[in-house]
């Protein structure tokens, strides 16, 4: 069983910077994808980002070129740095992981919030 602690959540203001942490522990396949899902009041939820441990990134339109997503040199932890963030992007930040063959596992989520 894997599991997920998350981090890095805060209030910024419009144009700022934040830098999300997701640790993974357990019993962590040498195949996988994690990334974020966010959520924000009266919306569903989104996928941000993700990345698989091949390296392959993946990211939302309305992300790209202001988020990117990244490993640690295990490959346990992962991160995501938000620049030029937005009131938009103001919302729940979930860390997921995923493996053939396993139910996702998801953190326990961050609160993002971009205002003045």
């Known amino acids: 069983q894997v599991q997920l602690v998350e981090s890095g959540g805060g209030l910024v203001q419009p144009g700022g910077s934040l830098r999300l942490s997701c640790a993974a522990s357990?019993?962590?396949?040498?195949?996988?994808?994690m990334g974020w899902y966010r959520q924000a009041p009266w919306k569903s939820r989104e996928l941000v980002a993700s990345l698989s441990r091949a390296g392959r990134a993946v990211y939302a339109d309305f992300v790209k070129g202001r988020f990117s997503i990244s490993r640690d040199s295990t490959e346990n932890t992962v991160y995501l740095q938000m620049n030029s963030l937005k009131p938009g992007d103001t919302g729940v930040y979930y860390c997921?992981?995923?493996?053939?063959?396993?139910?996702?596992?998801w953190g326990q989520g961050t609160q993002v919030t971009v205002s003045a």
């Open positions: 357990g019993s962590i396949s040498s195949s996988n994808v």
């Open positions: 997921f992981y995923v493996t053939v063959g396993s139910p996702n596992t």
